[in-house]
Structures are given as C-alpha cells and as structure tokens.
C-alpha cells in the first residue's frame, strides 16, 4: 500500500511516515557527486552540476541547489564538512523538540544528499 501511494504521489515515505532513504536524492548529481569526493580537481565536476541543476524542474531544484552548497562547502572548509554536518542534521532531526514535521523532512532530505558524497 505504501509502495503504490508513493509511485501515484511521486514521494518517498516509509511506514511510519518519515522519508525514505531516496528522498530528495536526484540520481544525475549522485553520480557526479561521488566523482567530486574522489577527484582531485573538483571544478569541472561543479560546473557539471551547477549545468545539471539549472535544468531541474522547481520541484527539485532545491534538492539540488542543496548538492551545490554541499560542493562548495567541501571545497571551503574540506572534505570533513560531511561527516559534521551529518552528524549535526541528525541531532536536529532525531532532538524531536520543537521541530515540525517540514523541518524533519527538510533534514531528512538533505541527510540523503549528504550521503551521496560518502
């Protein structure tokens, strides 16, 4: 049942109503994603993306805007910035208090795109 309302809704929730692991994920830019955290020059691959984003739809340029500021901030402050900020989206995510379902989505989401550059 969950599996039909997400194909008919284009979304990607689990059972217990949180996203899945797909969730904001865009599989072009996952690719070249995995080939900016392995490359030494990064630049082209920035430029490839930023080429990927520009031609999104509104529903997932945000996602993938996301993957831009992801380059950009492993570029400034290393390849590090990752594991930080994955460790802090999670504490904010799981801290429960105060925080509306949105924003859980919104962490939820960009916890995914984080895990693209792993």
């Known amino acids: 049942m969950v599996e039909f309302i997400n194909k008919v809704s284009r979304t ?24 900016f955290v392995a490359s030494a020059d990064r630049s082209g691959d920035v430029e490839t993306a930023k080429e990927v984003v520009s031609g999104l739809q ?8 996301y993957y831009l500021r992801v380059m950009k901030n492993i570029q400034e402050k290393g390849d590090d910035f990752v594991s930080k900020e994955l ?23 960009r916890i995914n795109i984080l895990k693209a550059f792993q």
Do not use: P, Y
């Open 12 to 35: 990607d929730r689990k059972l217990d109503g949180f996203l899945g692991d797909n969730a904001g994920r865009i599989s072009g830019l996952d690719d070249i994603s995995r080939r």
């Open 58 to 65: 509104d529903s997932q340029r945000k996602d993938g805007e």
């Open 87 to 109: 460790a802090r989206l999670s504490r904010m995510r799981d801290g429960g208090r105060g925080v509306d379902d949105e924003k859980i989505d919104n962490f939820s989401k």
